[in-house]
């Protein structure tokens, strides 16, 4: 299935069931990729987290529900998915900058969100360069944090290892030709709400230093983006921006599990001007399987 018809279908589920409880795992199903994936293939492609839009499509309807019925305020929040009318208040309110009480009232202003609608669009004159290779299962060694939605405690994560040594003990222990240093996001890890990140390089002895984490990654089919000067945050979300708005919906592949913001050291100093983003893949198409 073509990947931007795989997301608007998502979305019209999402609207199908707007007043059901809403889970990832069928809302992605419906796109034919991972939780994990169909998250981040949102927010770069609308702006916005799921959870985000699916809370403000339910206050956008609330609030047309209480200027053209009379229902109870307590029955609307029941519908639209909140336990209590304090907790529909204070989200209410932060939507629409008013009290749903208020929002009643003749002349009264309150926001409108309208279902989403993906649309792609191609524009020429941009080369994204890649390959794409089928390797074999490596190791990385590094450090690990869990986190949600957004990219703080990724920050943080770098912060720390720069501070407190980590960045050069893991320079001198990767045993890659090229020393990289790695940001790997472990979508295998995706609970639902959170997954782990990692700071970490190639590594393939068998000791594990105390305070670090192995992972193994297991053979798969990489597709490796060419970039430059990755080390700022506005370079990492532009190649992130182009490589799921622009190659992926019109490519054979969809991302599966892994992906990885790879910078080289070598013998150089870090930071490395050129670097790498890995996404592994695997065929437009096929069912995701949690197995």
């Given amino acids: 299935m073509d990947l931007t018809k795989g997301i608007q279908k998502a979305i019209q589920y999402v609207e199908d069931n707007i007043l059901s409880e809403l889970d990832v795992k069928d809302i992605a199903g419906k796109a034919y990729v991972s939780p994990f994936h169909f998250q981040r293939l949102f927010l770069l492609l609308s702006g916005m987290t799921l959870g985000t839009y699916i809370r403000n499509r339910r206050l956008s ?29 204070r989200a209410f309110e932060r939507f629409h900058s008013v009290l749903p009480s208020a929002a009643r009232a003749n002349g009264s202003k309150v926001n409108s969100l309208s279902p989403l609608s993906i649309k792609v669009s191609l524009e020429g004159g941009s080369v994204l360069t890649y390959c794409i290779e089928e390797m074999k299962g490596f190791k990385l060694i590094g450090k690990a944090v869990r986190h949600g939605e957004g990219y703080e405690a990724q920050s943080q994560l770098w912060q720390q290892c720069n501070t407190d040594g980590t960045i050069q003990t893991l320079i001198e222990m990767s045993t890659s030709p090229g020393r990289e240093l790695i940001g790997l996001t472990d979508g295998s890890s995706f ?4 997954q782990l990140y990692y ?38 979300a532009e190649i992130w921006q182009r490589i799921y708005s622009e190659f992926f919906p019109a490519s054979d592949f969809v991302p599966n599990e892994y992906q990885m913001v790879v910078n080289p050291i ?26």
């Fill in 61 to 89: 309807l609330a609030a047309v529900e209480l200027q053209s019925s009379d229902s109870r305020i307590i029955d609307i929040a029941l519908k639209y998915g909140y336990d209590t009318p304090e907790s529909f208040s």
């Fill in 266 to 291: 070598g013998n150089g100093n870090y930071p490395a001007e050129m670097g790498e983003v890995w996404v592994e893949v695997r065929k437009n198409g096929c069912v995701y399987d949690e197995e």
């Fill in 199 to 236: 700071v970490a390089t190639i590594y393939d002895q068998e000791t594990i230093p105390q305070g670090y984490t192995v992972k193994d990654i297991p053979p798969r089919t990489w597709i490796k983006f060419t970039c430059r000067d990755l080390t700022e945050r506005h370079a990492e």
């Fill in 191 to 194: 609970d639902g709400e959170t």
